[in-house]
């Protein structure tokens, strides 16, 4: 008896997903190891780390854009 599954769009799409090759580069490995230190730290901690993060990388992104998402005050106060 022939029980094979058939497999629905959704399934044959998510399964697609699994069997493509990550791409692990030098800065994926750098995320892991940056996700594994915010996993160590209290909720409170790893969300304004991150917050400082994404300053960072928005800044390098964008270094003359003068519509800041937050303004200098707050800045200041975020960087301690």
């Known amino acids: 008896m022939n029980t094979k599954k058939v497999m ?5 799409e998510l399964l697609a997903i699994l069997k493509q090759p ?8 750098y995320g ?8 160590r730290m209290q909720p409170a901690q ?3 780390t991150r917050l400082k993060i994404e300053k ?3 800044k390098a992104q964008f270094p003359d854009s003068s519509n800041l998402v937050v303004n200098q005050e707050s800045e200041q106060n975020l960087m301690g």
């Open 8 to 12: 629905d769009p959704v399934d044959q």
């Open 22 to 29: 990550k791409e692990e580069d030098e800065h994926y490995h």
């Open 32 to 39: 892991q190891h940056v996700a594994s230190q915010l996993r």
């Open 46 to 48: 790893a969300a304004s």
């Open 56 to 58: 960072v990388l928005y």
